[in-house]
T-cell receptor, first 116, second 111 residues
Framework: NAGVTQTPKFQVLKTGQSMTLQCAQD?????MSWYRQDPGMGLRLIHY???????DQGEVPNGYNVSRSTTEDFPLRLLSAAPSQTSVYFC???????????????FGPGTRLTVT | EDKVVQSPLSLVVHEGDTVTLNCSYE??????LLWYKQEKKAPTFLFML????IEKKSGRLSSILDKKEPFSILNITATQTGDSAIYLC???????????FGTGTRLTVIP
C-alpha cells in the first residue's frame, strides 16, 4: 500500500492564480480530510469527507473547495490564491465512519505552498 | 468554543532525561484524545485515549488522560535524539466528525 499520497510536494503561486492539490489513498478509507499547518497555529481543518459524494466544511474553509467523486481521491482546490494561504497542507484519511478517531488517522507527506 | 492547549511550547533536554508534555482541553461532549509525533513531515499516530482512564504505553512513551481536570500527559523516559519532534495533541467531540489540534510542543533532545 502506498498509504496517503499528495502532489505536488512544493508549489509557488502568484496571487489570484488557482490550483488543485491532489490527495489519494489506497486503503479504502471512508473518512478523508484536509488540514493546513501554520507556525504557532497547529493543524486546522479545512474540509472533510465521510464518504464519496459527501463533503463538509471544517474550521477554515474560506477560499477552498473540495469534491469526493471516488473513495480514493479528495482534491483541494484553491480558487484564487492569496498570500494568507501560504502554508503546509496535509491530507489525512481514516477508516472510521463515526468520526476521525474511530481509528487512527493516516497523514500524507504534505504540500508546501507559497503564494507571492 | 472547543479549545486544546499544549504546554510547554518548546522544551530542550539532554539525552537520558525524562520529559512530560501536557495537553489540556475544553470540549463539549468529549469523545477521545489523540497524541501524534511530527518529525520532518507528516504527523504519525502515537496514542488514543478515552475517558476510561486507562494508561497507554509503547516502549519509552506512555500517556494517560484525566477526564475530571481535564488534561492528558505524554511521558517520555530515557529520551533519545530520535525523540526530537513536535508532539501534537488532538481532541474529538462526539458527533463532530473532526479533530481539534493544539499548537504542539517542540521537543529537542541534545546528545
Amino acid at each position: 500500500n502506498a498509504g496517503v499520497t499528495q502532489t505536488p510536494k512544493f508549489q509557488v503561486l502568484k496571487t489570484g492564480q488557482s490550483m488543485t492539490l491532489q490527495c489519494a489513498q489506497d486503503m479504502n478509507h471512508e473518512y478523508m480530510s484536509w488540514y493546513r499547518q501554520d507556525p504557532g497555529m497547529g493543524l486546522r481543518l479545512i474540509h472533510y469527507s465521510v464518504g464519496a459524494g459527501i463533503t463538509d466544511q471544517g474550521e477554515v474553509p474560506n477560499g477552498y473547495n473540495v469534491s469526493r467523486s471516488t473513495t480514493e481521491d479528495f482534491p483541494l482546490r484553491l480558487l484564487s490564491a492569496a498570500p494568507s494561504q501560504t502554508s503546509v497542507y496535509f491530507c489525512a484519511s481514516s477508516p472510521g465512519l463515526a468520526g476521525p478517531s474511530s481509528y487512527e488517522q493516516y497523514f500524507g507527506p504534505g504540500t508546501r505552498l507559497t503564494v507571492t | 468554543e472547543d479549545k486544546v492547549v499544549q504546554s510547554p511550547l518548546s522544551l530542550v533536554v539532554h539525552e537520558g532525561d525524562t520529559v512530560t508534555l501536557n495537553c489540556s482541553y475544553e470540549v463539549t461532549n468529549f469523545r477521545s484524545l489523540l497524541w501524534y509525533k511530527q518529525e520532518k513531515k507528516a504527523p504519525t499516530f502515537l496514542f488514543m485515549l478515552t475517558s476510561s482512564g486507562i494508561e497507554k504505553k509503547s516502549g519509552r512513551l506512555s500517556s494517560i488522560l484525566d477526564k475530571k481536570e481535564p488534561f492528558s500527559i505524554l511521558n517520555i523516559t530515557a529520551t533519545q535524539t530520535g525523540d526530537s519532534a513536535i508532539y501534537l495533541c488532538a481532541v474529538e467531540a462526539i458527533g463532530a466528525n473532526n479533530l481539534f489540534f493544539g499548537t504542539g510542543t517542540r521537543l529537542t533532545v541534545i546528545p
